[in-house]
Nanobody
Framework: QVQLVESGGGSVHSGGSLRLSCAAA????????VGWLRQAPGKPRDLVAG????????????VKGRFTISREDGENGENTVTVYLQMNDLKPEDTGIYYC?????????WGQGTQVTVSS
């Protein structure tokens, strides 16, 4: 099992920035990829960004050039990883609940989510 706890959501105006953080703990040794999902009202959940152990990343086309993702793996054998999502030049369509996830090629575990609201 992997436990994920998100933080850093909030409300900003269009063009603003937010940084989301996620602390993951548990059976991290089984996990290759961590990242973020987003669910906007009335829409399916999208994979916004992901980062693998080797540092390779992937992004939703709509956020490329505006969002960056990074991770810090636990040191000294600690079974933890922290993943960050830096969101710049936010747009109203970025509004939604952001869920941190952990998995392999696709999400297996996810957190409770944090709300991001971008007003025009």
């Amino acid at each position: 099992q992997v436990q994920l706890v998100e933080s850093g959501g909030g409300s900003v105006h269009s063009g603003g920035s937010l940084r989301l953080s996620c602390a993951a703990a548990g059976s991290i040794f089984n996990i290759n990829e961590v990242g973020w999902l987003r669910q906007a009202p009335g829409k399916p959940r999208d994979l916004v960004a992901g980062i693998a152990r080797d540092g390779s990343t992937k992004f939703l086309d709509a956020v490329k050039g505006r969002f960056t993702i990074s991770r810090e793996d636990g040191e000294n054998g600690e079974n933890t990883v922290t993943v960050y999502l830096q969101m710049n030049d936010l747009k109203p369509e970025d509004t939604g609940i952001y869920y941190c996830y952990a998995g392999h090629a696709s999400p297996v575990y996810w957190g409770q989510g944090t709300q991001v609201t971008v007003s025009s």
